[in-house]
């Protein structure tokens, strides 16, 4: 079973700031990794699939990078809307099996 | 526009049974994997079970044997038909729709209802 982890646990920074976020998973996952970003009382929202693609309607701030084991999800300046939890995704080989890493709060410093 | 939504949460005790339901619209139902994906509360985002559109489903091990994801194409409906249910399942769920990817190994989850919230207690 892949596990994932993300680091760090929460990001306090200012509007305007970058934030960096990381997700390693236990064994290689290639580039088959998504991230997600979840509001408090809303539903997620799909950012990055496949590492390094964006979804529909996300604002180009929004990068995602790595392959293998390691990833990191970079939003280049923080609008006040980006405040939220953020979580990496992968599915497994077989038999599908798909797995959320715990999360990174990005809050207001 | 792509719409997801969930109903059937409610109040129930340990050990009953509880079905969702999903209504979906704004694309070709039939065609595209779906999954349940639960919330606990105040804790992060746990995959529950996913169904694929020729019907294969898989489900995570906490909810093996108790819970049954199908599908009701003719009527753009998911389900998730959950028994025995147990304290540790209270959660809000989501219905999620399956995603692009270039591999199967990248299957994601691309638009989630609002949730509908179960709770389990006696």
């Known amino acids: 079973e892949i596990v994932l982890t993300q680091s760090p646990a929460t990001l306090s920074l200012s509007p305007g700031e970058r934030a960096t976020l990381s997700c390693r998973a236990s064994?290689?996952?290639?580039?088959?990794l998504a991230w997600y970003q979840q509001k408090p009382g809303q539903a997620p929202r799909l950012l990055i699939y496949?590492?390094?693609y964006r979804a529909t309607g996300v604002p180009a701030r929004f990068s995602g990078s790595g392959s293998g084991t390691d990833f990191t999800l970079t939003i280049s300046r923080l609008e006040p809307e980006d405040f939220a939890v953020y979580y990496c995704?992968?599915?497994?080989?077989?038999?599908?099996?798909?797995?959320f890493g715990p999360g990174t709060k990005v809050d207001l410093k | 526009e792509v719409q997801l939504v969930e109903s059937g949460g409610g109040l129930i005790q340990p050990g009953g049974s509880l079905r969702l339901s999903c209504a979906a619209s704004g694309f070709t139902f039939s065609t595209i994997y779906m999954g349940w994906v639960r919330q606990a509360p105040g804790k992060g985002l746990e995959w529950v079970s996913v169904i694929y559109s020729g019907g294969s489903t898989f489900y995570a091990d906490s909810v093996k044997g108790r819970f049954t994801i199908s599908r009701d194409n003719t009527n753009n409906t998911l389900f998730l038909q959950m028994n025995s249910l147990r304290a540790e399942d209270t959660a809000v769920y989501y219905c999620?729709?399956?995603?692009?990817?270039?591999?199967?190994?990248?299957?994601?989850?691309?638009?989630f209802g609002q949730g509908t919230l179960v709770t389990v207690s006696s």
């Open positions: 995704q992968q599915r497994s080989d077989w038999p599908p099996n798909f797995t």
């Open positions: 999620a729709r399956g995603g692009h990817s270039d591999s199967s190994r990248g299957e994601n989850f691309d638009y």
């Open positions: 496949d590492a390094s």
């Open positions: 064994q290689t996952v290639l580039t088959y």
